[in-house]
């Protein structure tokens, strides 16, 4: 530490200082937020924004700027005051903290040029700073990420997903800040101020560890200087802290968490702060050493697909391939495993494209965070496990739509087509889940020519995009030269006498095809709906579709009855005056062969027949 | 070791014969599963059942008996085969393996009596076992729990939350077993056969723990019979073991996850298996020590509520007074929590019920799991946190689902009227996820009464309850003696003029009130109902009120537009010629006040009368 300037160290307090009469300030302003947070991670940000990062204030998510993730999210007030002080934002814009006109909200989002992800909900941030990292080294640049994290979220097992493979992957261009303040929001966290604790499990992570005083300058700025050894491990500093450190009146006390300080409280506090001051001026913003790195730009020109011979394939095995097509000509695109590639087919990918493959092992979460991460550098991440498996990440996902994240994944076997697995590994709930991302889109291929499409769809869209696949082998209906549009639908069996449409998508849509020619036999015509696009979904298309068909719809899914296609299509027309009829799968199915669970749970082509020929007798 | 007799260990090698003998049969008829996965685990499952468990075969799931959670789910076959051999069902059962006449599924559910919860995605087993050993340890029983985890499912961050948490609870009579037999799905696991860094991560989390070669019967008998140590921790037993072990051509072998053998390979592995066979009698199962522990049972008689004078409490507030209030008669009632408590206020119940609260800290998963694990003991436990949190334990709640548990889930903080905390803090699509759960009830109080009267049902009701509750405080509706149904309604404002029927719950039923109060007095008369059952929901109820005011309905809340409260009503009347609107929140809302959000995002009262007027306008 000897080399480090007493002046600097001086200069790197004030701007500390700085920081949390800022937080306090704009808390007060605001009536609420979290100032104590704030406080207790003071010496920490002033460290890492003047002391280590090397980036640039104009454009700080370009891939050469070291990056830095606010995993705590709810000390926004402090992050927002670092990149007032660096001069990326005005100081006075700071006291509009949460106000609806202000895009300084509560807790951090991307509708700021400096935040790469939404953070609020805990535990996210090391698995995207991991995404960032990775992002970075694959585009040739020599950045670095930091992360800073709250004590108590480090109880979330997302956070030790993110350090497992942090180290797997020897990424020593991440470096992880615990901020141990002790104390969570309802009470003292799990390990209080027990930094060996913390040390031995992200030791036991396989991690570099250093235990320092987070408000002694000195050490904190030894230490993020350390972040990066180039020994092949990432680095974690854990930083023994106080809650409220420096504010007078709450410093170390329960009961101040989320609580901003009343004027009179905030006012005397800020006069003791300013006090300490010692109006030195900050040090230089250190800037990036490499400037060439780049993530390559989309591809001027695609290959063109062409259906297989032989008619038959399962929609997860189309998208492998189709991520490997695409991906021949489109180097943003990165695709991500939770140790099932062998069943979405993702391994093909891997094969073809090893150096743009991350294998996250069994921890969906960390790989939808590593996901966004990559996101955040350029990349267009593909992430895929079975669709059921993916719910594991219902809240990250979340968070990435807050992040309006460029992010797509696939979830294959869905349904209770998939067959003798049974019902843990069926996805029966994943599209009301996904069609509840803001702007997500909901894709549902049913042969292999649309499946080629929708990855190309995906890739091609800004933004969630979420693709479920069929386990089964299914034919091919489409030719290759067939276009496919985000929002779009098709009519694929249409007639002048049709009774009623019936709307499917994936191995339902088979079998409504399957029934079409029953009841075609016996003189029943029905229109048939192939809804690929379920979000967007195609209001028009459905409703001329109605209105040529008795205003009457019959929806199937290999879904639950609740949030699915049949919703989709509900939420779309239903105050358009249609009858809309749904089947769906309305219990939890059991183990059996795909063809006899079908037929039990009521969406196959004998039960589509029966329920047709019901409406169509109805008066 | 020495008192271990040859006998029994030669006893115990040949039970472990027969559960790979039976787990190749099964799965080699079924003509798909794990033979692999079952003859790695095979020596552990055979010295827990006969060589250290406790327990009564005709009564496994008495809270005296020692519990056997099979993580690693997809290991089935061993476990039934166990199950057979213990004598709880047939073997000849044994070769229904998945099909769909049997109970014996793909994995394993609670359709059978031994089976406490659903496996089959992985790493949710060791917060189940903790729940169970916290259960038997709250009713007085010195029963174990065991848990056997495939070493792939240790990167799931759910099996770190389980792992901590029992450490902090000093959770002794919780054992886990991990299987390290070094492959995954899809290829080697991220720590292969490097049983140390298990040991260190266990260890770093403040567990005892044993390395084992798991296929030396004896080393394996010592460690599972050392798994109680009565020192505070509990036990990891880490097991060198070989997947396919003892499954000629097979053993140790990449690329034979989760394939059955053909006939004649399965016969030649059988035939040489039966060579090993020493034809010993099996040991005594071990009954039992302690019988007279139990959980109490459902109250006789309940506590009446009485709505407070001043008539104004939020419905978070009343939800934490409610569960202090049925707590005080009903024993079976437990609490969990997020660190989040002060908020959701389930701390009134720890303060009234400390012996019957559980802190889980930040690890939303996990405390769905260690519900779950409470239930199967005949606990009521009433798990809490931030709504949008919730939606991180989104699989977990998916595989409660399956397990049909008798779990209570509150989330609080439901929407944009929670204000400045900004989006990552709103939960916006916690309907949807909830309602796809099958079986799974959806209640949305609007006042403390009503809240009181859910809480009430939600412990009564056997299965999976979600209760949605709000940040502000929300006038009183209702009197105290006012009846509540699951699935039912109310019509809170009626008049034979009515234009159309507005359908809320919660804040926007609130501000459908004052909307109601605005067009009457402008003369437009409107129906209002108060559906705090969204989930079964009331069709006739909607029906009548729809065919009384021009077969028109209007939803309002505050989630998005997706398969929510409006997508509920839908799919309740949507083939009943019903034209149904709806408003809802439609974009990522920002931080501001909540009266701003609400207007902004188009669900306060100012934007129902304008939405009223327009369609009573619209011929």
Redesign the interface.
């Known amino acids: 530490m000897a080399d480090l300037p007493d002046g600097l160290i001086q200069s790197l307090e004030d701007i500390a200082t700085r920081l949390r009469i800022d937080s306090i300030r704009a808390t007060t302003a605001?009536?609420?937020?979290h100032p104590t947070s704030c406080a207790s991670a003071a010496d920490l940000v002033a460290a890492i924004f003047f002391g280590a990062m090397r980036f640039d204030p104009q454009e700080p998510r370009a891939v050469t700027s070291d990056r830095f993730v606010l995993s705590k999210?709810h000390a926004a007030p402090v992050l927002y005051a670092a990149w007032a002080e660096v001069g990326t934002i005005k100081r006075e814009e700071l006291t509009t903290l949460?106000?609806?006109a202000?895009d300084l909200?509560?807790?951090p989002?991307p509708?700021l040029p400096f935040v790469d992800v939404?953070?609020?909900?805990?535990?996210q941030g090391l698995g995207v700073g991991l995404g960032l990292a990775t992002g970075a080294r694959c585009a040739g640049s020599d950045a670095r990420t930091f992360v800073l994290l709250g004590d108590?979220?480090t109880?979330?097992?997302?956070?030790?997903?993110a350090a497992?493979?942090a180290a797997?992957r020897k990424a020593d261009n991440l470096i992880a800040v615990v901020d141990v303040n002790g104390l969570?929001?309802?009470?003292p966290?799990?390990w209080d101020h027990d930094l060996p604790?913390f040390q031995?499990?992200f030791?036991?992570?396989?991690w570099r560890t250093l235990v320092i005083d987070g408000h002694d300058m000195r050490a904190v700025l030894d230490a993020v200087r350390r972040g990066r050894s180039g020994r092949g491990a990432p680095t974690a500093i854990i930083a023994r802290t106080v809650k409220g450190k420096g504010i007078e009146g709450v410093e170390g006390l329960e009961g101040w968490h989320g609580k901003p300080l009343p004027a009179d409280g905030a006012d005397r506090a800020i006069a003791a702060l300013e006090g300490r001051l010692r109006h030195l001026p900050p040090p230089p913003i250190q800037r990036p050493r490499r400037r060439a790195a780049r993530v390559a730009p989309p591809p001027a020109a695609r290959q063109p697909y062409a259906p297989p011979a032989d008619g038959s394939i399962a929609t997860r095995e189309a998208y492998g391939e189709a991520l490997v097509r695409i991906g021949a000509s489109d180097a943003r695109i990165v695709a991500l495993?939770g140790?099932?590639?062998?069943?979405t087919y993702a391994?093909k990918f891997m094969q073809a494209h090893p150096d743009r493959f991350v294998?996250c092992?069994?921890?969906?979460?960390?790989m939808v965070s590593v996901s966004a991460g990559l996101a955040a550098q350029g990349y267009v991440p593909f992430a895929s496990s079975f669709a059921?498996?993916l719910?594991?990440a219902?809240?990250q996902v979340?968070?990435a739509?807050?992040s309006?994240s460029n992010l797509k994944l696939c979830g294959s076997h869905a349904g209770v087509s998939i067959?003798?697995?049974?019902?843990?590994?069926m996805a029966?709930?994943d599209l009301?889940?996904f069609?509840?991302?803001?702007?997500g889109v909901v894709l549902y291929p049913s042969d292999a020519t649309s499946t080629h499409a929708c990855v190309q769809l995906a890739a091609d869209h800004r933004g969630i995009v979420y693709i479920r696949t069929t386990r089964m082998k299914t034919a091919v209906l489409y030719s290759g030269d067939e276009a496919f549009t985000i929002g779009g639908l098709k009519v694929v069996r249409e007639s002048g006498d049709d009774r009623l449409t019936v709307v499917a998508a994936g191995i339902t849509l088979h079998e409504a095809l399957a029934a079409h020619e029953e009841l075609r036999s016996a003189g029943v015509a029905v229109r048939v709906i192939d809804l690929y696009s379920i979000?967007p979904i195609d209001r028009a298309g459905l409703l001329a579709a109605a209105r040529a068909t008795h205003d009457t719809l019959l929806t199937v899914e290999d879904h639950?009855?609740?949030?699915?296609l049949?919703?989709?299509v509900?939420?779309a027309v239903?105050?358009?005056?249609v009858?809309?009829?749904?089947m769906a799968v309305?219990?939890?199915p059991?183990?059996?062969?795909p063809k006899?669970?079908l037929a039990?749970y009521g969406i196959d082509r004998a039960a589509i027949v029966r329920r047709v020929r019901e409406i169509v007798a109805s008066p």
Chains 1, 2 share one sequence.
């Open positions: 605001a009536g609420s937020g999210g949460r106000d609806i202000s909200e509560g807790h989002t509708r939404a953070t609020g909900s805990l535990g108590g979220e109880a979330e097992g997302s956070v030790w997903e497992y493979l797997h969570g929001q309802s009470g966290t799990m604790a031995r499990k030791r036991a992570a396989g495993d140790d099932v590639k062998n069943s391994e294998e092992f069994i921890a969906e979460q960390n059921c498996f719910t594991r219902a809240d979340r968070m739509g807050i309006r067959g003798e697995d049974g019902p843990s590994q029966l709930e009301a889940l069609r509840a991302v803001p702007d979000k639950y009855a609740e949030g699915g049949g919703a989709a509900l939420e239903g105050d358009a005056g009858v809309t009829h749904r309305t219990e939890i059991r183990s059996g062969s006899k669970l039990r």
